[in-house]
């Protein structure tokens, strides 16, 4: 455990000075570092990003599952315990059995969902990281100038009559 402190607090500065400038001089996260964040501690990947509203997400996914994990380990020691005070084939010892059964099943249901909401917070802070400057330049407005706009009337062979409105967009 101290050594995933230490490593935590020994990686986090370093990994958050590694970010990568694009040409136009925009910082741009760099996707492996947001993924190392993420895996190392529930949601840094996300903040890294910059995407404020999925780290509490990430951190609460991540450490609900733990804690229910963490807990039904603590109860299924206190069954084994239980169940050691009395002689096998009782009641009382297959109520303990089954105690532990169940939350032993429990545990390993939440570890494996902590497994998942690991991933998918990695995965998020991956893709997020690569589609960073994608979603910068989608943010931009795209204005239309007045120049741009035609209307054409539009007459047809049995003397019908209509209207065709041209728009021409100015990209950035």
Avoid: C
């Amino acid at each position: 455990m101290r050594i995933w402190i230490i490593a935590t607090l020994v990686l986090l500065p370093v990994l958050l000075l590694a970010s990568e400038v694009d040409t136009a001089g925009y910082w741009r996260p760099n996707p492996t570092t947001a993924a190392i964040l993420s895996i190392t501690l529930p949601g840094a990947g996300q903040i890294y990003n910059h995407s404020y509203w999925k780290a509490p997400i990430a951190m609460a996914l991540e450490g609900y599952t733990i804690w229910v994990a963490v807990e039904s380990n603590s109860d299924m020691r206190a069954a084994e315990d239980l169940g050691m005070q009395y002689e096998a084939g009782t009641a009382e010892y297959e109520a303990a059995e089954n105690d532990w059964i169940n939350a032993r099943e429990r545990r390993n249901i939440h570890i494996w969902l902590f497994a998942g909401a690991a991933f998918l917070s990695t995965i998020d802070a991956f893709v997020d990281a690569h589609l960073y400057s994608w979603t910068r330049e989608m943010s931009t407005p795209v204005e239309p100038r007045t120049s741009d706009i035609s209307l054409i009337p539009i007459y047809d062979r049995d003397g019908g009559v209509g209207l065709a409105m041209s728009l021409r967009f100015n990209t950035p």
